[in-house]
């Protein structure tokens, strides 16, 4: 039973240009939560959905950066216009239903630098 | 919302040795806690987690952590490290409202041979 899988695994992209990290969850998982960890710190609540759902995207920055999860394929986290602040570690991590309290399972993590 | 304080950022600690890694939070009305390693450049790993029952929670390789909810603690303690935990260590937090996760900053845990 594969892991969550992000990809890709190190993304590098220049000011102005769209970032897209990829999330798949873990087999029978269908909740899905992004996190960001910026240099030195701990990581920080993003968004959290359910297939075709947004249902908490209170850590979202409101603007450049948007999150889906469609009925077929990965998750996206899509970051338009990068700036240098956008550099970070970000993490997917999927739960099965009804236990994302308890029970969440994270990747390895998409390291995005901005140059 | 909850805040999750890690106050050491960096512990050594010689190979052999006692480690304890401290973790306070704020509120303990109705907390999951959790404790995650993350090894370099890798995804975090679920280490242990209190839900509820015993206070007192051991993960496989010999770490325990502790619920004390009058001091709203969750230090994780090992008596004696090896070389390979060297390594980041998080602690969490998620309470009943809403499903998210709070992490404190991390705890860097360097073994010294």
């Known amino acids: 039973n594969a892991g969550v899988m992000q990809n890709p695994r190190h993304l590098v992209r220049r000011r102005g240009q769209e970032a897209r990290l990829r999330c798949s969850p873990m087999?029978?998982?269908?909740?899905v939560y992004w996190y960001r960890q910026l240099p030195e710190e701990g990581l920080k609540f993003m968004v959290y959905?359910?297939?075709?759902?947004?249902?908490?995207e209170s850590g979202m920055p409101k603007e450049r950066f948007s999150a889906e999860f469609p009925k077929e394929g990965p998750s996206i986290l899509r970051i338009q216009q990068v700036v240098r602040g956008d550099s970070a570690a970000y993490f997917c991590?999927?739960?099965?239903?009804?236990?994302?309290?308890?029970?969440?399972?994270f990747g390895p993590g998409t390291r995005l630098t901005v140059l | 919302a909850q805040s999750v304080t890690q106050l050491d950022s960096q512990v050594p600690v010689f190979e052999e040795a006692p480690v304890e890694l401290r973790c306070n939070y704020s509120?303990?009305?109705?907390?999951?806690l959790f404790w995650y390693v993350q090894y370099p450049n890798q995804g975090l790993q679920l280490l242990l987690k209190?839900?509820?029952?015993?206070?007192l929670v051991e993960s496989i390789n010999g770490f325990e952590a502790e619920f004390n909810k009058s001091q709203t603690s969750f230090h994780l303690r090992k008596p004696s490290v090896h070389i390979s935990d060297t390594a980041e260590y998080f602690c969490?937090?998620?309470?009943?409202?809403?499903?998210?996760?709070?992490f404190g900053t991390g705890t860097s845990l360097t073994v010294i041979p």
């Open positions: 959905l359910q297939k075709e759902n947004i249902i908490d």
């Open positions: 991590a999927s739960s099965p239903v009804g236990q994302g309290r308890d029970t969440q399972y």
């Open positions: 509120s303990s009305v109705s907390v999951y």
């Open positions: 087999k029978g998982h269908s909740h």
């Open positions: 969490a937090v998620s309470q009943n409202t809403g499903n998210q996760f709070y």
């Open positions: 209190y839900l509820s029952g015993s206070t």
